[in-house]
């Protein structure tokens, strides 16, 4: 018998034809990973998936809860050049924060008032004696003047407005 017909009988592959195939799989393998660690070095392909991360610090954090017991969490955020004031609402069905509204305070910066003898940098206080609490946050604005941004929800909308004193 010859030495083909031998192999047509037998349906393994020999040894030599595993070891084969297992080194081409792993010089596809090392061919590949160079190809990439290459690509990779490149500096133009770097800059264009490299992760942009953004200039955002939390600054101050506060809970407010509506007499309909709807809950928000307000967070005093420093991001770029400017301080966002994000209001997210708690789904009572997935007890999820999702965002509801942000509140954008351009070229502002971080300040904080004395309350009671207590520095306050994002608040909620009953301003205007009228029962029902606002949330305060206090900026600085480019020229140095002192802001104090005054949010107030509204119940028949569903959201907070600012409240703007009309002088």
Same mark, same amino acid.
């Given at each position: 018998?010859?030495?083909?017909? @031998?192999?047509?009988?037998?349906? %393994?592959?020999?040894?030599?034809?595993?070891? =084969? /195939?297992?080194?081409?799989?792993?010089?596809?393998?090392? $061919?590949?990973?160079?190809?990439?660690?290459? &690509?990779? =070095?490149?500096? =133009?392909?770097? !800059?264009?998936?490299?992760?942009?991360?953004?200039?955002?610090?939390?600054?101050? /954090? *506060?809970?407010?809860?509506?007499?309909?017991?709807?809950?928000? *969490?307000?967070?005093?955020? +420093?991001?770029?050049?400017?301080?966002? %004031?994000?209001?997210?609402?708690? !789904?009572?069905?997935?007890?999820?924060?999702?965002?509801? #509204?942000?509140?954008?305070?351009? $070229?502002?910066?971080?300040?904080?008032?004395?309350? +009671?003898?207590?520095?306050? !940098?994002? $608040?909620?206080?009953? &301003?205007?004696?009228?029962?029902? +609490?606002?949330? &305060?946050?206090?900026?600085?604005? +480019? =020229? $140095? @003047?002192?802001?104090?941004?005054?949010? #107030?929800?509204?119940?028949? %909308?569903? #959201?907070?407005?600012?409240?703007?004193?009309? &002088?």
């Amino acid at each position: 018998m010859t030495r083909t017909e @031998q192999q047509d009988l037998n349906p %393994l592959p020999s040894n030599n034809d595993k070891a =084969s /195939k297992n080194n081409w799989q792993i010089y596809i393998m090392i $061919g590949l990973a160079l190809t990439f660690a290459i &690509i990779s =070095s490149l500096q =133009s392909i770097r !800059n264009k998936f490299e992760f942009k991360s953004d200039d955002r610090k939390i600054l101050a /954090k *506060t809970l407010y809860k509506t007499e309909t017991n709807e809950e928000f *969490t307000f967070l005093k955020v +420093k991001h770029n050049n400017a301080i966002l %004031l994000e209001v997210y609402q708690k !789904n009572p069905e997935t007890f999820a924060f999702e965002l509801k #509204q942000h509140f954008t305070f351009e $070229g502002d910066h971080e300040a904080f008032m004395m309350v +009671k003898s207590e520095p306050i !940098n994002l $608040g909620i206080i009953d &301003i205007d004696n009228d029962e029902i +609490k606002e949330v &305060i946050c206090p900026t600085v604005d +480019k =020229s $140095g @003047q002192s802001r104090l941004n005054v949010l #107030q929800y509204n119940a028949e %909308l569903k #959201q907070f407005n600012p409240v703007i004193e009309s &002088i």
